[in-house]
């Protein structure tokens, strides 16, 4: 066997495996041996049958099987000589392979790029004040107290905060919305909806609620509303000034519960002091959360920009697959319509690219972290991951580890996410951090 390797660039290689046909042959015989074993055809005791007749009969079966064995030898022999440490295979090009003939067989592996780890003890990390204040905790008992509100029917001008039951028709240069809105008609013509008059929470129509202060039951009004240039669900609509005709059919005040016994009880607390501590104590473990996710989003950007590499293209590619995947469903969920994805192609797959580079490069860096500190995956690690994926998923735990259990992919998927998790949660632990003033 004779290998001649050739460097592509920082992560890639060319493998050149020569197998001259003495090598070849043998590989054939194996494998032609094996069936004669086991063949059985008619008049013949197993493993008598003569080769040829076997050939004849298998003949398919074993010309795949021996290009497999050329292509196998030939491609592990490579790395024993060669050392490499193997990502992932781009192509093989297996030329032609035949018995009685050398063989000569390109391979182009993704290989883990070579790089100096560097310090990643003592790593600084700036995080947020958790105490949190007064006026916090005033603001959530308020939520806390709007969520739980009732709505009663008023006869005065609609003010803040109240929610006005309205209909509405919409125009654009003279022509209905109707004709341009397509399958978003919401956007065009509603017989009654609700809107909160200057609320923080926009409905259907951008800015409808900020017209809504002073209006009354009954009223008819024509209000002009600019859409935003970016508008996507009627892209007919971005950047337009369009007028919505608007009748006013009714108006609901919010009417905030009283903090009574009944109050505090529903919130399994006894008084105003009690439920201060609740919501400072819910506070603060958020607050410590937002934290710890910082860190480890600060730990990793730091030590990514300390080391400088080409991530491997084929891991890149398959890493911007499962960013755009994950982009597209979260958008779709939130109505945005697949002909809009088509539209911007371009730019949303150059920005997954960016994205899948940088936590490639991140996870290399990682691996070499867990290596460094002999960081592993304890049965304990996979029995949690289990119990938190089937709490997420509202599985059954034991099917979900049956799953896994047949599935040797998706089990090294998961200890490699445990690994990476495990390795930022060192390097956290072993992080400075500075607390940001408010």
Known sequence: MNVQLSTVSDSR??????????????EHQAVLGEYVRQARLPGFRPGKAPASMVIKRFGKEIAEEFKQKVVTKAYRGALDKEKLDVLSVV???????EPGSPVAITVTVDV???????????LATQIAPVDPTDAEIDNVIQAIRTESADFKAAEHPARKGDYVKLAYEGSLDGRK?????????????VPQTWEEVEGANE??????GRHMMGVSKGDRKTVAISFPADFK?????????????IEILEIRERVLP????AFFKSHKVDDLEGLKGQVRTNLRLQKEHRNRAAQRSQVTQALADKVAFEPPTSLVEAETQGVLRQFIQENMRRGIPAEQFEKDKKELFEGARKAAASRVKVQLILAKVAEAEKISVSDRDIDLYIRNEAARSNQRPDKIAKDLSKDREALRSVHQSIIFDKSVDFLVSKATFSVTQP
Not at 16 to 22: A, I, M, P, T
Not at 233 to 245: E, F, I, N
Request: cysteine-free.
């Open 258 to 261: 009283e903090m009574n016994e």
């Open 91 to 97: 192509s093989v090009d297996e030329g032609k392979i």
């Open 203 to 208: 409905g259907i129509i951008p800015g409808l």
């Open 233 to 245: 669900p009627v892209p007919a609509l971005a950047g337009k000034s369009a007028d919505y005709d």
């Open 112 to 122: 883990r790029p070579e790089f100096t780890l560097p310090n990643y003890v003592g």
């Open 177 to 189: 919305i109707a004709e341009i809105a397509g399958d978003k008609q919401l956007y065009a013509k």
């Open 13 to 26: 290689r060319n493998l050149v495996v020569s197998l001259d046909k003495e090598e070849v042959d043998t």
